[in-house]
């Protein structure tokens, strides 16, 4: 299983974008990218999955370089809403399909 | 459209109770099941998985099991609960995608006295 890595915390301002990176420099030919977010005593939320260049939805992006060893998601015109954790993992829709959750990135939006 | 229910949504045990908690998914046949667990401030922590009926895999040893009676039924359950058992309790299922996103229950709060 590819291990990732986030930034702990970020601090962003309402209405701007943000972008958290997440590190993968272990990840597997199959394996896809996929972020979740998640507010206080709920589950995590699916936010958006790529494999490979950029793909959009109608919350966020996610940027993936050629190589795949890390990737972005980025949160535009963030809102006092968007204040949640949020989790990059690295993964393939096979077999049992275990799953590691980091730390996550902490983002928390001013007004 | 598919739906996770969990119940039940808080729960305080005494130290050395049975626990019994559970999960059902609806509008979806022979999905991934996942129990995971949240210590407060941290990440997730997968415990339990399953592909079928009958068919768990265990990620942590520990005093916890359990148990899948039924296609969209997932159980967690213990014995003797410890006090490091307490924790944010959550359920997922995973989607049909080629990338396993995973869809998640309301979760569990148990606090072990």
């Keep these: 299983l590819a291990k990732t890595t986030q930034p702990i915390s970020m601090d962003s301002y309402e209405g701007q974008e943000v972008n958290i990176t997440c590190s993968h420099n272990n990840i597997a030919t199959n394996d896809y990218i996929t972020w979740y977010q998640q507010f206080p005593s709920q589950g995590p939320r699916f936010i958006i999955q790529g494999y490979k260049t950029k793909v959009t939805n109608e919350v966020a992006s996610l940027f993936i370089p050629a190589d795949r060893k890390s990737s972005t998601l980025s949160l535009p015109r963030v809102s006092l809403s968007d204040t949640a954790v949020y989790y990059c993992l690295v993964g393939v829709n096979t077999g049992g399909f275990k799953t590691i959750f980091g730390a996550g990135t902490r983002l928390f939006v001013k007004a | ?113």
Excluded: M
């Design chain 2, 1 to 113: 459209s598919q739906t996770i229910h969990q119940w039940p949504a808080t729960l305080v045990q005494p130290v050395g109770s049975p626990l019994s908690l559970e999960c059902t998914v609806e509008g979806t046949s022979n999905p991934n099941l996942y129990w995971y667990r949240q210590a407060a401030g941290r990440g997730l922590q997968l415990l339990f998985y399953s592909v079928g009926i009958g068919q768990i895999s265990s990620e942590v040893p520990q005093n916890l099991s359990a148990s899948r009676p039924q296609d969209r039924q997932f159980i967690l359950s213990s014995k003797k609960l410890l006090l490091s058992d307490s924790g944010f309790y959550l359920c997922a299922w995973r989607g049909p995608g080629q990338g396993g996103e995973q869809y998640f229950g309301p979760g569990t709060r148990l606090t072990v006295t």
